[in-house]
């Protein structure tokens, strides 16, 4: 069994950061607005990376508006598990409010869907110090406001442990490292990674695992397709979705998502909390 020693360095700043991407001032500012939302969705272009030359349907770019200030606006990632649920981070959209202000565009293969959030099923964080190796909460599920009839992500019922070779399933927010930016372009991108000794963690460690802002809310899968946890952090925070995606692929790179058990139960669209 592997130990985590060789990646002791890592611990901080993995579990000090959370890969939701906002409108930094390092980066350029594109303002989302709720006037300008709807031609956004509707020409949103993905890019398939995969490593199989196929990507999943059901994978979701996440547009949460602010209103007040539209260029704090902000982009992540979530997944389809039903007809009506998604599951992303609580960093990316922890309440009602936000919710009411949040936006996805579904992929579905040649195309996409788009739709709203319409209520959070239910949302955790941990609330002890975020600095502490040992966190491991932080998803959300949200209920979407249009019916969702395509292919959607099976929830592993078998937990990962250490060795197992799995898969994430990201969106780079490709369109966003350019200048000037702009909010049509991602690329939904395939990474093989490791799982690490959990080390009594409840989150799973994984390595050479290139996670990098916007891509919170991705699904972690085993080796039948099935989501073992939900990406909340990474380590590798100097690194945009404009890096050589190969060379990005080879780096030893960590991310971190909640275990799957902990949003298993929010499944069944009639146990809304």
């Not at 599951?87 to 009602?96: R, S």
């Not at 009594?200 to 989501?227: D, K, W």
Request: glycine content about 6%.
């Amino acid at each position: 069994m592997k130990t985590i020693s060789h990646v002791a360095l890592f611990i901080f700043l993995v579990s000090s950061y959370s890969c939701g991407k906002t409108n930094d001032s390092n980066k350029p500012k594109p303002l989302i607005t709720e006037l300008e939302i709807q031609e956004v969705l509707k020409n949103q272009n993905f890019e398939c990376a995969s490593l199989g030359g196929i990507c999943p349907n059901g994978i979701a770019r996440i547009f949460i508006i602010n209103k007040v200030k539209p260029d704090r606006s902000s982009v992540c990632t979530g997944f389809m598990i039903s007809t009506s649920r998604l599951v992303t981070n609580h960093h990316c959209v922890a309440t009602q409010q936000q919710c009411s202000n949040t936006y996805l565009a579904i992929y579905t293969g040649s195309n996409h869907m788009q739709t709203k959030c319409k209520s959070i099923v239910k949302t955790i964080e941990d609330i002890g110090d975020p600095n502490d190796p040992n966190r491991k909460l932080d998803f959300t599920v949200m209920e979407i406001t249009d019916n969702y009839s395509d292919d959607f992500f099976l929830l592993a019922d078998t937990p990962a442990v250490a060795d197992d070779l799995i898969s994430t399933w990201v969106i780079d927010q490709t369109g966003l490292d350019s200048i000037p930016g702009n909010l049509l372009d991602s690329r939904i991108t395939e990474f093989s990674c490791t799982v690490v000794d959990e080390n009594e963690r409840a989150s799973l460690f994984l390595e050479n695992c290139p996670i990098i802002s916007g891509n919170s809310g991705s699904p972690a899968l085993n080796n039948r397709g099935e989501v073992i946890g939900v990406i909340w952090g990474g380590s590798a925070s100097t690194v945009d979705s404009s890096y050589d995606l190969n060379s990005r692929r080879k780096l030893n790179a960590i991310g971190l998502a909640t275990e799957v058990k902990y949003f298993r139960d929010y499944l069944i669209s009639d146990m809304v909390l």
